[in-house]
C-alpha cells in the first residue's frame, strides 16, 4: 500500500517557468490537501479538494492552481514560478472531515532561481 | 478563520526527561486537536489527537490535554527518547470543517 505518493522530490525552476508538482494516493481517500512548508511557518493550505471535480481555494492560493479530474490524483500546477515560490511541498489526503487523520506523502522541494 | 500559535519553537531536554508543547487557539468553535510528527525528510505523521468532548488523552509515552474554557492544549512526552526527536505541529478544526489550522511547529531536540 503505497498511501500518498509525491514526485518529483526535488525540482529547480527558473524565475518565469511552470511546472506541475504530482499528486496519487490509493486509500480512495475523498479529501486532498495541498500545504507548502516554510521555515518557521508551519504548514499553510494551498488548495484542496472535498472530491472529484471539486477544488477550493486555501490559505495562500496565489501564483498556483489544481485539478481534479479523478479521485486519486490531485496535481499542482504553477504558472510563472516566482523566488516566494521556493518551498517544501506536501500532498495530504483525508478520508473525510469526520475521520481526522491526513496521510501526507514526502514532499517536494522546489527551489526558483 | 482559526489561528492556532505553537510555544515553544525549539525545545532541548535531557534523554528520560519530559517534554511538554503547548498550543493556543481562537476558534471556539473548534472540536478537534491532533498532534503531528515530523521526522527529517519525511512527511507530518499524526501521533495523537484530542476531541472537545474529553479533558485529557494517552497513549503511551505521549499525552495530550485540553482546556476549552482557555482555549488551549498542550503535548506531553515522558521518559523521553532519542527517536522523539522531531518537529511537533498542533493543530485545530472546526465543526464540519474541511481544513486543518497549523501551528509553526516545534523542533524537539533529545540530548543523549
Known amino acids: 500500500n503505497a498511501g500518498v505518493t509525491q514526485t518529483p522530490k526535488f525540482r529547480i525552476l527558473k524565475i518565469g517557468q511552470s511546472m506541475t508538482l504530482q499528486c496519487a494516493q490509493d486509500?480512495?481517500?475523498?479529501?486532498m490537501y495541498w500545504y507548502r512548508q516554510d521555515p518557521g511557518m508551519g504548514l499553510k493550505l494551498i488548495y484542496y479538494s472535498v472530491g472529484a471535480g471539486i477544488t477550493d481555494k486555501g490559505e495562500v492560493p496565489n501564483g498556483y492552481n489544481v485539478s481534479r479530474s479523478t479521485t486519486e490524483d490531485f496535481p499542482l500546477r504553477l504558472e510563472l514560478a516566482a523566488p516566494s515560490q521556493t518551498s517544501v511541498y506536501f500532498c495530504a489526503s483525508s478520508g473525510g472531515a469526520g475521520s481526522g487523520e491526513l496521510f501526507f506523502g514526502e514532499g517536494s522541494r522546489l527551489t526558483v532561481l | 478563520g482559526e489561528n492556532v500559535e505553537q510555544h515553544p519553537s525549539t525545545l532541548s531536554v535531557q534523554e528520560g526527561d519530559s517534554a511538554v508543547i503547548k498550543c493556543t487557539y481562537s476558534d471556539s468553535a473548534s472540536n478537534y486537536f491532533p498532534w503531528y510528527k515530523q521526522e527529517l525528510g519525511k512527511g507530518p505523521q499524526l501521533i495523537i489527537d484530542?476531541?472537545?468532548?474529553?479533558g485529557e488523552k494517552k497513549d503511551q509515552r505521549i499525552a495530550v490535554t485540553l482546556n476549552k474554557t482557555a482555549k488551549h492544549f498542550s503535548l506531553h512526552i515522558t521518559e523521553t527518547q532519542p527517536e522523539d526527536s522531531a518537529v511537533y505541529f498542533c493543530a485545530a478544526r472546526g465543526v464540519g470543517n474541511e481544513k486543518l489550522t497549523f501551528g509553526t511547529g516545534t523542533r524537539l531536540t533529545i540530548i543523549p
Open positions: 484530542i476531541r472537545s468532548n474529553v
Open positions: 486509500m480512495n481517500h475523498n479529501y
